[in-house]
């Protein structure tokens, strides 16, 4: 049984520098998710995926953030210019349909100097 | 707007012990889901349950048990005679569907500290 995974698990980048992570989710699943979650905080949604289709971006995304999902199947998050304050754990998730559980995938852990 | 709160930031219990972790939620929806995942000290979340707005009924999964009351809009998880696997930090979520929000509003999490 695949759950989902994240690549790479841990990231330590410059101030400036772009950085891209890489989810893939179980299999079947349609619908895909971005969380960001901080020491002390719970996940925060970023972007979520049906499809192919980017449904829907939370404000925290800014400019500097970009989601793909082609063909459906694994996404990548890129960060341009990474901040300090973008050094945070970044979680995927995957569901069948909008309403049922979510499965979460390890996280990457992104530190920037 | 959704709102999640869990207001225990950390608990601590001897093993053996039973613990509730609090869950109160706030949503304008009449349909929405409420779960609650466990994050071990390993950091991946693990989906627990996940309760859908019209199903009152209490559940009951070996030394796991929630407790639904929409009338105080709370999501209530008990730990029957704790161990220490149980020690991680726990979530309560929730998802609002109809209206769109399909993502996880999660709360701040419990972390619970099992002592042998």
């Known amino acids: 049984d695949t759950g989902v995974s994240q690549n790479p698990r841990h990231k330590i980048t410059k101030r400036g520098q772009n950085v891209t992570f890489r989810c893939d989710p179980i299999?079947?699943?349609?619908?895909l998710y971005w969380y960001r979650q901080t020491l002390g905080q719970g996940p925060e949604f970023l972007t979520y995926?049906?499809?192919?289709?980017?449904?829907?971006k939370s404000r925290l995304l800014s400019d500097r953030f970009s989601a793909e999902r082609p063909k459906g199947s694994f996404s990548t998050l890129e960060i341009q210019r990474t901040e300090q304050g973008d050094s945070a754990m970044y979680l995927c998730?995957?569901?069948?349909?909008?309403?049922?559980?979510?499965?979460f995938g390890p996280g990457t852990r992104l530190t920037v100097l | 707007a959704q709102k999640v709160t869990q207001a225990q930031t950390e608990i601590s219990v001897v093993e053996k012990e039973d613990v509730t972790l609090d869950c109160v939620y706030e949503?304008?929806?009449?349909?929405?889901?409420l779960f609650w995942y466990k994050q071990p000290p390993s950091g991946e979340l693990v989906f627990l349950i996940r309760r859908n707005s019209f199903d009152e009924q209490n559940e009951i999964s070996g030394r796991y048990s929630w407790n639904f009351q929409k009338s105080t809009s709370s999501f209530n998880f008990t730990i029957t005679a704790s161990q220490v696997v149980d020690s991680a930090v726990y979530f309560c979520?929730?998802?609002?569907?109809?209206?769109?929000?399909?993502?996880?509003?999660f709360g701040s999490g419990t972390r619970l500290q099992v002592q042998p």
């Open positions: 979520a929730l998802s609002e569907p109809d209206t769109g929000r399909r993502a996880l509003t």
């Open positions: 998730a995957s569901s069948l349909g909008g309403a049922n559980e979510q499965f």
């Open positions: 299999s079947e699943h349609n619908r």
């Open positions: 949503t304008r929806d009449t349909t929405y889901y």
């Open positions: 995926f049906q499809n192919e289709a980017q449904l829907e």
